[in-house]
Each structure stands twice: as C-alpha cells, then as structure tokens.
C-alpha cells in the first residue's frame, strides 16, 4: 500500500506531461553529417511529425565517431521528451561490437519509440566481372579465392559488414578495402580498381543504369519493385540473409512512458503518410512505423546478426 502510495505522484506527474506535451519545440539529434539517408529519413518524418504534435522539430547534425558523439550527447540529456535521436543500424547494433569499449549502453541508456524506415542494401559488381548473378559471382570468387577486391565507405561501415556477413554465408574469400567515405569507394568501384560493393541504391543506382555496375543481388527478404527482375540473397541459395540500413527514434532513457507513447504514435503515422512513403520510394526506402516493443525486438534481433559477423570477422572500429 505504501508503494501505490509513492508511485501515485509518479503517476499523475507523468499523465500531466502526456497531456502537456509537447510545448517547445523539439531537437532531433542525427548522428551523421547532413545529406545522408539519415538526414533525408529525420526531415522527411519530422515534418510530417510536427502536425500532429503542433510544435517544430529542429534538425541537428552532429556527425563524429561512427555516431558515438552523438549518442553520448543524447544519452545524457534530460528525459524530458525535447531531445531525441535517429538510431541507425550502426550506433544500435554493430558499434557495440566493434568497439572495445562505447561510453553508453545501447540497451540500457535509451529507450525505443519507433521504427521509421528500411533502407535496401545491394550488391553490385564492376561491368567487367564475369558474373550475372550472385551464383555466378560465388563461383568465380571460390575459382579464385583472394584475387577480387571490394571497397566500402570505410573500415566497420554498413558496407564492410554487409560484404563480410555475405563472404561468411557464401564461403568466399575476397579481399576488403576500405575508403573514406561513399564517394571515394564508388569512383573506384566504377573505374574498375575493385570489383564489388554492398550499399544502398541512391549512390550505385545511376552507374548500374549507365551500365558500368551491375547488381548481382539485393540484401532485403523481398525483391525492390525497381529491381525487379534482381533476386535476393536468400532466393539465391542463403535463405534468411537479409541486410538493409534501417533508421528509428530513440530518447533518452527513464523518458515518462506517456510520453514515448505520444511520440511513437506520431512517428508511425507520419512514417506510413503517403507523403513519407512517396519521398521514401525515390531512394527504396520503406516507411516502417512501428510500436516501441516492436522496435525493441527488432533492435534486438539485428543486434543478435551483427554481433555475430563481426566476432567471426574480427572487425574494430577504427
């Protein structure tokens, strides 16, 4: 009885901020430099956002150690609902195993609010490689192991851990290189210098429509509706691959239940507008909106994959 009474105030403090809130304008922290698939997710739902929660949502980049920089800002501001964060794969589920040690827990120092969007990674190959599909591109590598190079944006980036979780589903050996950034990895890629890469479509798709790239596979369960006749990882050969960028909302932890409820609501309605889902599909993205728990879970279960492509392939972040 004595409980029920302690926790009434809690309660009711927390019920009076749901009603109230918000009423400032909200800071939504992204962790990486503006003109990513990151900014174009924040800016897309956060405007949708702010009709339902009648406040503006004010979008701040602070790019920096693969997004630790970020999270740490955030996993210490106050719990009050005004500053929130774009979880991303990265910062969720590979940063906490690439790292010897991150000054946050992922689990415990932030609570889930919703889902917002998948982002397709695909596997491409130069124009001059000798293979149609990701069969034929599993042959030639396993033909010559150790010959063929594949770049990425950058030693422990979602594209260095798509191509080592697909080298260990294939049994492949091909050699990493890493670049900083998409764009240095991609001119190389095109010119020829390595012969394969994982990322999502906006930067590879104008080369594969010049015919200089050519997509091999598509990491999502389900084949993209602008790729059509490309099939997946699983559907070649390696059933339950999947691999895709994904972006949620998070807060800080101990943020009042009411609250989080009012924001993944807003969240998932703005994430599955009509507006949202059409600025989505320019770069085949999927607008997701979930609940917390299934956030949670999800969260989760990436944590559970990634963890174990980068133990096998020994990666630290640099």
Same mark, same amino acid.
């Given at each position: 009885?004595?409980?029920?009474?302690?926790?009434?105030?809690?309660?009711?403090?927390?019920?009076?901020?749901? @009603?109230?809130?918000?009423?400032?304008?909200?800071? *939504?922290?992204?962790?990486?430099?503006?003109?990513?698939?990151?900014?174009?997710?924040?800016?897309? %739902?956060?405007?949708?956002?702010?009709?339902?929660?009648?406040?503006?949502?004010?979008?701040?980049?602070?790019?920096?150690?693969?997004?630790? %920089?970020?999270?740490?800002?955030?996993? !210490?501001?106050?719990?009050?609902?005004?500053?929130?964060?774009?979880?991303?794969?990265?910062?969720?589920?590979?940063?906490?195993?690439?790292?010897?040690?991150?000054?946050?827990?992922?689990?415990?120092?932030?609570?889930?609010?919703?889902?917002?969007?998948?982002?397709?990674?695909?596997?491409?190959?130069?124009?001059?490689?000798?293979?149609?599909? *990701?069969?034929?591109?599993?042959?030639?590598?396993?033909?010559?192991?150790?010959?063929?190079?594949?770049?990425?944006?950058?030693?422990?980036?979602?594209?260095?851990?798509?191509?080592?979780?697909?080298? @260990?589903?294939?049994?492949?050996?091909?050699?990493?290189?890493?670049?900083?950034?998409?764009?240095?990895?991609?001119?190389?890629?095109?010119?020829?210098?390595?012969?394969?890469?994982?990322?999502?479509?906006?930067?590879?798709?104008?080369?594969?429509?010049?015919?200089?790239?050519?997509?091999?596979?598509?990491?999502?369960?389900?084949?993209?509706?602008?790729?059509?006749?490309?099939?997946?990882?699983?559907?070649?050969?390696?059933?339950?691959?999947?691999?895709?960028?994904?972006?949620?909302?998070?807060?800080?932890?101990?943020?009042?239940?009411? %609250?989080?409820?009012?924001?993944?609501?807003?969240?998932?309605?703005?994430?599955?507008?009509?507006?949202?889902?059409? !600025?989505?599909?320019?770069?085949?993205?999927?607008?997701?909106?979930?609940?917390?728990?299934?956030?949670?879970?999800?969260?989760?279960?990436?944590?559970?994959?990634?963890?174990?492509?980068?133990?096998?392939?020994?990666?630290?972040?640099?």
């Amino acid at each position: 009885m004595k409980v029920w009474f302690f926790l009434l105030p809690l309660f009711f403090l927390g019920m009076a901020q749901a @009603q109230t809130y918000p009423v400032k304008p909200i800071r *939504l922290v992204v962790p990486f430099a503006p003109g990513g698939s990151s900014s174009i997710v924040a800016r897309a %739902v956060a405007a949708e956002m702010e009709k339902g929660l009648g406040q503006s949502i004010v979008i701040d980049n602070k790019p920096g150690g693969g997004g630790n %920089v970020a999270m740490l800002e955030v996993a !210490r501001a106050d719990p009050d609902g005004y500053t929130l964060i774009i979880g991303h794969v990265g910062s969720l589920a590979m940063n906490p195993y690439m790292y010897d040690k991150l000054p946050y827990d992922v689990d415990k120092d932030f609570a889930p609010i919703s889902l917002l969007a998948l982002v397709p990674a695909i596997f491409v190959v130069h124009e001059s490689v000798p293979a149609k599909d *990701l069969r034929e591109f599993v042959a030639l590598a396993k033909k010559e192991p150790g010959k063929m190079n594949y770049g990425s944006a950058g030693n422990g980036s979602a594209g260095h851990l798509a191509m080592e979780y697909l080298k @260990q589903a294939t049994g492949i050996d091909i050699q990493h290189v890493p670049y900083k950034g998409t764009g240095p990895n991609v001119i190389d890629l095109v010119a020829g210098r390595t012969q394969a890469a994982a990322a999502g479509t906006p930067p590879l798709m104008p080369h594969v429509k010049a015919g200089k790239l050519r997509v091999i596979a598509v990491g999502t369960p389900q084949r993209l509706a602008t790729l059509a006749d490309v099939a997946t990882v699983a559907e070649q050969g390696y059933p339950g691959f999947e691999t895709s960028q994904w972006y949620g909302l998070n807060a800080p932890a101990k943020t009042p239940a009411a %609250v989080i409820q009012r924001l993944a609501a807003e969240a998932a309605k703005a994430a599955r507008s009509p507006k949202v889902v059409e !600025r989505f599909a320019a770069d085949d993205a999927q607008g997701i909106g979930s609940t917390p728990a299934e956030y949670a879970a999800f969260v989760k279960q990436e944590q559970a994959r990634w963890s174990k492509v980068v133990r096998a392939a020994k990666i630290k972040a640099d």
